[in-house]
């Protein structure tokens, strides 16, 4: 149990990390451009190793397998997707807590779903959580009326917009984690994760292509911070990978949805982000939910 929640917080840590360098990814060359180049370089990367250190118990030809591939897949496409608009049109301490309910999601989904028990302190620690979110997103909206009256509509529809595309970031993280737990017998832990990324790649590809989305390598300037971006998001995958391979899903997503915390502390310290009142007890029920969750 100890490792599991170890591995969470190197996730939470690592996925922080990702949070800062997408949205500077994504401001330096677009949300769509950087999240190709970034989660294709990580699914890349990580995909030797796969093959060299994991360990597959279960043969490839399963229904169920392909099944769980395709929920995987789909989830990340919605997660990903939504989380690099998010970032790149709100604040970090903002959209951050907002999408580290994804571990609500997943909690539940491993309890109905996969079977795992429930106690009452997780349950408070969910609801603590979902009235966070809900503290966050009501601020977030009345910022938003509050730029409409100073500035054009544009601004308040971008507060707005960023506000449900984290939401949607929540609901696709809160199904993925769980299903690459699925996935993990078959493919591996670290091949888990590859496949997933680059199965996206493939169904990305068609979408930039019908939609004449801007998908071209990054100028020279920009490849650091999206390398940078794949890196810490793929590697928060392998370390929550490693968790739920010791410790039950419904233990280990609570303290990877720590990274908001980390989050919120980067943008006030380092951007100088000062987050209103509400928002600073929104992000700590948030963190305090999510603690109690794994308790």
């Known amino acids: 149990m100890a490792f599991g929640i170890l591995m ?14 997408i949205q500077r990814a994504s401001r330096a060359v677009g949300p769509f451009r950087a999240l190709v180049w970034a989660l294709s370089s990580g699914g890349l990367a990580l995909l030797p190793l796969a093959l060299v250190l994991d360990q597959r118990t279960v043969s490839l030809g399963s229904g169920t397998l392909t099944g ?3 929920v995987a897949a789909l989830a990340a496409v919605l997660a990903y997707a939504s989380m690099f608009f998010a970032v790149e049109r709100g604040r970090l301490s903002v959209v951050v ?6 571990s609500v999601i997943a909690a539940a989904i491993s ?4 079977g795992e028990t429930v106690r009452r302190t997780q349950l408070a ?39 449900a595309m984290s939401a949607l970031t929540a609901l696709g993280f809160g199904v993925l984690i769980p299903a690459i737990d699925r996935l993990s017998p078959a493919l591996g832990r670290l091949g888990a994760v590859s496949s997933v990324l680059l199965v996206d790649l493939v169904l990305w590809l068609p979408v930039a292509a019908a939609a004449r989305l801007d998908v071209r390598p990054p100028s020279r ?3 650091p911070l999206v390398l940078a971006a794949g890196a ?3 590697i928060g995958f392998v370390w929550i990978s490693l968790g739920i391979s010791r410790a039950p899903v419904a233990v280990v997503s609570p303290f990877a949805g720590l990274s908001s915390a980390f989050t919120v502390l980067y943008a006030w310290v380092i951007l100088g982000e000062r987050p ?5 007890v929104g992000a700590a029920l948030v963190c305090a939910g999510v603690v109690l969750l794994s308790l």
């Open 8 to 21: 969470g917080l190197l996730a939470s840590a690592s996925w922080a990390c990702a949070n800062v360098f």
């Open 68 to 70: 769980w591939l395709i």
């Open 97 to 102: 807590p907002i999408m580290s309910s994804w």
């Open 111 to 114: 309890l109905v779903v996969l």
């Open 125 to 163: 620690g969910a609801a603590a959580v979902v009235v966070g979110v809900v503290v966050i997103a009501r601020f977030a909206q009345h910022e938003a009326q509050g730029d409409a009256a100073a500035a054009p509509a544009p601004t308040s529809g971008r507060h707005l917009s960023a506000v």
């Open 221 to 223: 300037r920009a490849w």
């Open 232 to 234: 810490f998001e793929t």
């Open 276 to 280: 209103a009142r509400a928002v600073l």
